[in-house]
């Protein structure tokens, strides 16, 4: 037992880490950017620096905001981990301007 204890005050930081909060890198990111197309279970959408990007797309993938499927021209914000189909999609409505009078 004695020993248990002098390996466990000796080697803190393999404890610690056991218990720490996940790194950046494993953390979602935030993809913004405009539907281009479906391809299968794949959502492909232009990103807002203009390279196309790939989203997995599950059931376990909450959708807000769209009552139908995402077609083109859709402007999307989806939390996407870096193994894995993305956790949420959320479609984004352009602010429509100033009133009209």
């Known amino acids: 037992m004695a020993f248990l204890l002098l390996v466990w005050l000796l080697c803190p ?5 056991a ?3 996940p790194s950046q890198a494993t953390a979602a ?3 913004k950017g405009d539907v281009l197309y479906w391809e299968g279970e794949e959502l492909v959408v232009k990103d807002i620096s203009g ?3 790939r989203i997995r ?4 993938t909450k959708i807000q905001g769209a ?4 077609k083109t021209g859709d402007k999307i914000l989806a939390q996407v ?3 894995g189909p993305a956790i949420s999609i959320t479609l984004q ?4 301007g100033p009133p009209v009078r």
């Open 67 to 70: 009552s139908a499927r995402l």
């Open 29 to 31: 990111r935030e993809v």
């Open 51 to 53: 390279r196309e990007v």
């Open 93 to 96: 409505i352009p602010d429509s």
């Open 13 to 17: 930081g393999t404890v610690d880490s």
């Open 19 to 21: 218990f720490a909060e």
């Open 81 to 83: 981990p870096p193994e």
């Open 57 to 60: 797309v599950t059931a376990d």
